[in-house]
């Protein structure tokens, strides 16, 4: 079935440098792929996304990349700030008329200042 | 312009008690989604809507169902509640079904404590 795979479940890095999620999905169909970031106690707030025709995108420290022939995608945040601490979801869908979204299962970024 | 509501925020419920939850869409945005997020994980599908009309259901069981209203807005009801069925409640709406829009944007929760 439909599985995202979401890599490290834990992350820190020092105040300034890149952070790398990953994430591989199973259904060579998925055209969209959205990221949410979550911060404790809160609603899960889109960050970014791309879709399946975009190799890269940016918004300032943001970026996303996505090779379809893998089936890989990662989210790439560049000069970490305190208020980047948070978990980050990676996520797929079709993109069809169910409008299903599958989730990885999280990465917990945690900024050392 | 407001974004999606949900209610209530917080529910305490014991087991095989019923519980309906409820959620109202930006305005203009014809689609609602239902998603359970126990602690420590992802979002788990539940449930789209669209028109009124059932367009996908997630791996969950018949106690789970939902509607939607003429005004687009939404309800899931649990019947049965296990312990297992404790978790954030998100709903998540989106202005149309098919390609093009599918971006989601997230409700606040419900956060169900079954005890």
């Known amino acids: 079935g439909e599985n995202v795979e979401q890599h490290p479940s834990t992350l820190s890095v020092q105040e300034g440098d890149s952070a790398v999620i990953k994430c591989t999905y199973s259904?060579?169909?998925?055209?969209?792929f959205p990221w949410y970031k979550q911060e404790l106690g809160k609603r899960p707030q889109l960050i970014i996304d791309?879709?399946?025709?975009?190799g890269e995108k940016k918004d300032q420290r943001i970026a996303v990349t996505l090779n379809k022939t893998a089936k890989h995608f990662s989210l790439h945040i560049t000069e970490t700030q305190p208020e980047d601490s948070a978990v980050y979801f990676c996520a797929a869908s079709k993109g069809s008329s169910a409008s299903k979204i599958i989730f990885g299962s999280g990465t917990r970024l945690s900024i050392r200042p | 312009d407001a974004g999606v509501t949900q209610s209530p925020t917080h529910l305490i419920k014991t087991r095989g008690q019923h519980v309906t939850l409820r959620c109202s869409p930006i305005?203009?945005?014809?689609?609602v989604s239902w998603y359970q997020q126990v602690l420590g994980q992802g979002p788990q599908f539940i449930f789209q809507y669209y028109e009124k009309e059932e367009r996908g259901r997630g791996n969950f069981p018949d106690r789970f169902s939902a509607r939607q209203f003429p005004n687009y807005s939404s309800e899931l009801n649990v019947n049965a509640l296990l312990l297992g069925d404790s978790a954030l409640y998100l709903c998540?709406?989106?202005?149309?079904?098919?390609?093009?829009?599918?971006?989601?944007?997230f409700g606040p929760g419900t956060r169900l404590l079954v005890l």
């Open positions: 259904d060579s169909a998925s055209n969209y």
């Open positions: 305005s203009g945005h014809k689609s």
């Open positions: 791309i879709r399946s025709n975009v």
């Open positions: 998540a709406s989106r202005q149309l079904p098919y390609g093009g829009q599918e971006t989601q944007y």
